[in-house]
């Protein structure tokens, strides 16, 4: 065997240990992450048939004077509620509204509380501190669901679904040049790559309108 040769041989050995490397690292990152997409892809597809039946939780209340008058000192616009009403609602009532930003207006404050497969908000009002809190609880499949969109689920979790992306692109591009690598002893490679793209594509020309 020519020197050249070999060093074509140990070139082709050097990317396909780092492809085979880079290519089982994503994949053991995305793992889960795939599992979880690929079901909620399926649950989202079918959520009509799928049927869920929301509890609702509703608490009517008024705030005590002394927190009234911190609502009263307050002008229009947007901002958190002060931290002591925080406070109170969290030990009385259990409702988490500090770290939610709130709307101001001369009649009442509202604070939109929703989150991953619920929805939740609370008014008060400022003349007379008289309090409405409602919160929606869809099921562990609408919370499963909205992870998919990212609906409501804070900085964390985008950030995850980006890695999460790129982990998959990854995983994908070296799947795609180890397939290239194999392919002289796999005569079907392309065929079936070439299939993968035409069937997704034939049925958005054909069937969406």
Not at 4 to 31: D, P
Not at 41 to 66: D, F, M, S, Y
Not at 101 to 111: D, L, N, T
């Amino acid at each position: 065997m020519s020197d050249h040769a070999i060093a074509r041989q140990q070139r082709r050995g050097f990317w396909l240990r780092t492809l085979h490397q880079w290519h089982w690292i994503s994949a053991a990152v995305c793992l889960v992450g795939m599992l979880l997409f690929a079901a909620t892809g399926v649950t989202l597809n079918h959520a009509a048939q799928i049927e869920a039946k929301p509890r609702v939780q509703r608490i009517e209340g008024i705030l005590p004077p002394a927190l009234l008058a911190a609502l009263a000192s307050r002008s229009e616009g947007n901002g958190r509620l002060p931290q002591p009403v925080s406070d109170w609602l969290l030990a009385t009532h259990a409702i988490d509204a500090g770290n939610r930003p709130a709307e101001w207006s001369e009649e009442e404050v509202y604070v939109s509380m929703p989150g991953p497969g619920r929805d939740a908000w609370l008014s008060i009002q400022r003349a007379d501190g008289a309090l409405e809190y409602e919160r929606t609880e869809r099921g562990a499949i609408a919370w499963l669901n909205d992870l998919h969109k990212g609906r409501n689920t804070g900085t964390a979790w985008s950030w995850f679904i980006d890695v999460f992306a790129l982990a998959c692109i990854v995983f994908t591009a070296t799947g795609l040049f180890l397939l290239q690598m194999h392919a002289r002893q796999r005569r079907s490679t392309w065929p079936l790559v070439a299939l993968g793209m035409l069937v997704p594509l034939l049925l958005a020309l054909l069937f969406i309108h």
